[in-house]
């Protein structure tokens, strides 16, 4: 197994508060890595690290055999980034847009011109090709911007929080792709805020809190700490029990139910679990950050009822 | 590719990105065309008669004494006026997204900043051109032959070449894109408090000793020489020399400098 990330005690502090904790990472190559947390808790900045534009007070890291802090134009030539904002030239056509990477990347006119079509091609901008960033959507930027990250047929990509913002048509997109670059054998690493993304498409999810790797597995493992579904008994004069976890099985549903007791005309429903249940089965405490918690704790839900 | 090599092409690369932008965004570019191009016409309609009687030697046909005098000085409060579009422009560059990554890319550190200077560069010989040929419309007839002509636009390509650099330095330190806009503004003034506008030994004393000192004095009287198709005076000519390598330098290193530091943060 070859390792394409593999970070030793990455730190990072901000004047007085510390981002990154000595976070360890080990991503193996062609495979996905989704690092899971809230707004905070210091994925972007990992991110950021990797990807040379950020250097860590502390740790060390070797991506796709070079070392970070050694040889980051050598990183910098076998990775691709796609942050959170689209990183596209909203005065060039998306055309012009690919052509500059093809140059930056000295394809040479021929090759960059096939690669820029085919590129066009498979993310669906043939089209819009040659019209100003102006006239294109939330979406097609998007994908025009992972289409830029791509030129360079990088080994290693980075997808920080790729989803956020699209609507799920442009979401389902954006996982077809990710499947897609898989096949061509390419190394993904992505951000979420979402547990229900990470156990789609990743192979290990990374949970990330307060700077801190909290806990770590496939997402059968994360799945089996936190219960595949969450079940929610709700008395017939409105008071809500505290959520059980369960397993999904029909046993385990059985068990739970066997052991509620009391009033029989009570209300059950189930709901995916969120982060915050991630949070509470790998801290025993639900996610501390408060003010992030609206965004996060209600989407999760919100995306898992529209696309089950 | 060796490292200059994609220095080179990288550069290039950018170049033609930012000749896109010109373009795509005349906003700018027409600004910048237009200051000078109506300083000309209101120092030569409006003040003209006034200041070119004020000539040594100045009396009837002031304006057009006049307007032989102030194009030396509108050329270069041109070339400011390009200082102020390079630092705009690159101080908007840089919030943008793009450039971000650009940085995680494996290209050359100095192609964005080179590829701001070679499109100001351009974009400041076009306005000067433009404003040459306001003046030529308005009458001016300038003695210099095809050589002094050859020499005349060289030298002040290499002028808007190194004041490009100083503002890209000048609009990478700054904070905001409005910042960007204002610090550049030094450059307009220069040519006012040089011999752009009238010559420098009617000025107060003090006035006087810092008109001479200033790098626009030497940029103009050059400048001024080669239009009336005679050799500059060479202690001029070596003054903006000297101004122009020393431009380059300061705003070279600064903005790698800077461009590095917006980097790669710490």
Same mark, same amino acid.
């Given at each position: 197994m070859t390792m394409a990330i593999t970070a030793r005690g990455l730190t990072k502090r901000y004047r007085e508060q510390?981002?990154?904790?000595?976070v360890d990472l080990d991503v193996t190559a062609g495979t996905v890595l989704a690092l899971l947390g809230p707004n905070g808790a210091g994925k972007t900045t990992t991110v950021h690290i990797l990807s040379t534009l950020v250097r860590p007070d502390a740790g060390s890291a070797t991506i796709a055999g070079r070392d970070?802090?050694?040889d980051s134009q050598g990183v910098r030539g076998a990775i691709g980034l796609t942050g959170?904002?689209?990183?596209?030239?909203?005065?060039?056509?998306g055309e012009e847009n690919l052509r500059l990477m093809a140059d930056l990347r000295h394809l040479g006119p021929r090759v960059g011109r096939r690669r820029v079509a085919e590129l066009l091609e498979r993310f669906d901008l043939t089209e819009a090709a040659?019209?100003?960033?102006?006239?294109?959507s939330g979406g097609m930027k998007r994908r025009l911007d992972l289409a830029m990250t791509l030129v360079g047929t990088p080994q290693i990509v980075f997808l920080d929080e790729?989803?956020?913002?699209?609507?799920p048509r442009s979401r389902q997109t954006m996982w077809e792709i990710v499947r897609e670059l898989l096949d061509d054998g390419v190394t993904i690493f992505l951000t979420t805020q979402y547990l229900e993304e990470a156990d789609r498409v990743a192979d290990r999810v990374v949970v990330l809190d307060h700077g801190r790797v909290v806990g770590e597995g496939t997402p059968s493992e994360l799945k089996a700490r936190v219960g595949t579904e969450v079940l929610i008994v709700t008395d017939r004069d409105g008071t809500v029990r505290p959520e059980i976890p369960i397993d999904g099985t029909v046993g385990g549903l059985r068990d739970v139910l066997a052991a509620i007791d009391g009033d029989e005309s009570a209300s059950v429903s189930l709901r995916a679990p969120s982060l915050d249940d991630v949070f509470f089965a790998l801290?025993?405490?639900?996610?501390?950050y408060d003010d992030a918690a609206p965004a996060s704790a209600s989407a999760p839900a919100f995306i898992t009822r529209e696309e089950s | 590719m060796t490292a200059t090599a994609s220095t080179v092409a990288d550069s290039g690369t950018m170049f033609r990105r930012n000749l896109l932008h010109m373009l795509r965004y005349p906003g700018l570019t027409v600004f910048v065309i237009g200051i000078p191009v109506l300083l000309l016409l209101l120092f030569v309609y409006v003040f003209g008669g006034t200041l070119g009687a004020g000539?040594?030697?100045?009396?009837?046909g002031a304006d057009q004494e006049y307007l032989a005098y102030v194009v030396p000085g509108i050329l270069l409060i041109g070339v400011a006026g390009i200082a102020n579009g390079a630092s705009i422009g690159i101080a908007q560059d840089m919030t943008e997204g793009i450039v971000a990554r650009f940085r995680s890319m @494996?290209?050359?550190?100095?192609a964005v900043l080179n590829g701001h200077v070679l499109g100001n560069t351009v974009q400041g010989l076009l306005c000067l051109a433009i404003v040459m040929g306001v003046a030529l419309l308005m009458g001016l007839r300038p003695a210099a032959g095809v050589f002094a002509w050859l020499v005349l636009v060289v030298f002040l390509a290499l002028v808007c070449y190194s004041v490009s650099w100083m503002a890209v330095a000048m609009g990478m330190s700054s904070k905001t894109v409005e910042g960007a806009s204002n610090t550049p503004m030094i450059f307009t003034l220069l040519p006012f408090l040089g011999s752009?506008?009238?010559?420098? @030994?009617?000025?107060p004393g003090w006035l006087q000793w810092f008109a001479d000192a200033q790098p626009f004095t030497p940029f103009i009287e050059t400048t001024r020489s080669l239009l009336a198709g005679q050799a500059p005076d060479p202690r001029y000519g070596s003054a903006s020399l000297i101004w122009c390598a020393a431009f380059i330098a300061l705003g070279y290193f600064w903005s790698r400098a800077l461009y590095e530091r917006k980097s790669v943060r710490s």
């Open positions: 510390t981002v990154l904790d000595s970070l802090r050694r959170q904002f689209a990183a596209v030239d909203g005065l060039l056509t040659r019209k100003p960033l102006v006239t294109y790729p989803t956020t913002g699209l609507d801290t025993g405490s639900s996610s501390s | 000539l040594p030697g100045g009396g009837r @494996a290209i050359s550190r100095a752009g506008f009238v010559p420098t @030994a009617s000025m």
